[in-house]
């Protein structure tokens, strides 16, 4: 469950010319709730337009630091991007979740990690290098880090500080698709950059892990391409910032008629009757629970739930493992009721 507390805007910095960097007053009392793992995000919950908006972002701050910084980046009809990027002030009180998510890197002694991100990507990827590098010396890691041109690099600064001041652990690499720059490759990363930088640039080295952050056609072929060169997918880790809609989920039909719905939320007992075709998490919302979520696009894991009796499923999964879902557990901002009786427990999580 998410649980958010009322943090003043220390300080928003510019990156880019559509996105920002913000960071948050943590008052000493809340130093511990705000502890978190390189790679966790915070939600960010607002009001505009007289509308309720829920926003997750992952935080690019060293957890040494303690410090919960994150980057938003303006998007097309962004409703609080583009508030954020234009409108929001230092000194503005806005109500943040203490951290949260499973796409999270603990530092191990002598260990090689190599990360391909994109775009606003770059924020959990960040926040892991730093965790690598100032807490295991012996480790190292290999940054591949896609973006249209170098002005539209969010971090370009701070990362490239980071090659001059950890040269023997840091290897980073740019991946520009608008632009031709000495020591960078063009175009978006695929499957050619992926092989390049494993089998030609680095292939001494014996990577452990590999961190994937950015659009899903890229995770999909890095994925793909990191496994047909030997990497186990258990140690492939990613995060979507959006989501794409296949066919199938498109296409993807459920039955008419009505499920009664049982919700366990805060130790408390809801029933109600809801259609099929709607998701467990917008009847839940639209019957004034508090249910926990964020993007509601399948991305985050802020509304992870447990089917504890009859069955709902889900349009889309990148996010749950096989395991999870054995155990019963939904995405229920894409998980519809399939049985007349459904029972959904958001406590045990």
């Known amino acids: ?35 978190f793992v390189a790679g966790q995000y915070i939600t960010i919950k607002t009001t505009l337009n007289d509308q309720e ?22 998007v097309e009809k962004g409703l609080f991007s583009t508030y954020a990027t234009t409108k929001l002030k230092e000194g503005t009180t806005i109500e943040v979740s203490e951290p949260e998510g499973k796409f999270i890197l603990n530092p191990s002694d002598n260990k090689n990690y190599i990360a391909f991100a994109a775009g606003s990507g770059i924020t959990p990827v960040l926040s892991m290098v730093k965790a690598v590098l100032e807490n295991e010396p012996s ?21 490239n500080a980071l090659v001059e001041q950890y040269p023997n652990q840091f290897n980073l690499h740019y991946v520009f698709s608008q632009e031709v720059r000495t020591n960078t490759k063009l175009g978006r990363i695929d499957k050619g ?7 030609n640039v680095h292939k001494d080295i014996a990577f452990d892990s590999a961190y ?15 496994q047909e060169n030997g990497f186990k997918e258990e ?41 099929k075709t709607d998701t467990v998490l917008a009847a839940s919302l639209r019957n004034k629970l508090d249910a926990p979520y964020s993007c509601q696009g399948g991305v985050c894991s802020s509304c992870i739930a447990k089917v504890t009796e009859g069955k709902a499923v889900m349009t889309k999964n990148s996010i749950l493992t096989d395991d ?7 995405l229920t901002c894409m998980a519809h009721p399939t049985t007349q009786k459904v029972v959904v427990d958001f406590d045990d999580v």
């Open 1 to 35: 469950m998410s649980t958010f507390h009322k943090l003043v805007i220390e300080k928003i910095i510019k990156e880019t010319a559509d996105a920002v960097s913000i960071l948050f007053t943590v008052p000493a009392e809340l130093k511990e709730a705000y502890k």
């Open 53 to 74: 908006i829920r926003r997750a972002y992952s935080i690019c701050a060293s957890p040494n630091t303690n410090e919960i910084k994150v980057a938003v980046k303006a």
């Open 139 to 159: 480790s190292t890691f290999t940054l591949v880090f896609g973006n249209k041109k170098a002005e539209n690099t969010i971090f370009y600064d701070e990362l």
């Open 193 to 199: 950059h992926v092989n390049y930088f494993v089998k």
């Open 212 to 226: 994937l952050c950015g659009p899903e056609e890229m995770i999909t072929i890095a994925s793909e391409t990191l």
């Open 235 to 275: 140690n492939i880790h990613f995060e979507l910032f959006t989501a794409s809609a296949s066919d199938e989920d498109i296409q993807m039909q459920f039955p008419d008629g009505k499920s009664e719905i049982t919700v366990l939320l805060d130790d408390e007992e809801t029933t109600f009757a809801m259609d």
């Open 324 to 330: 999870e879902l054995e155990e019963g557990f939904i």
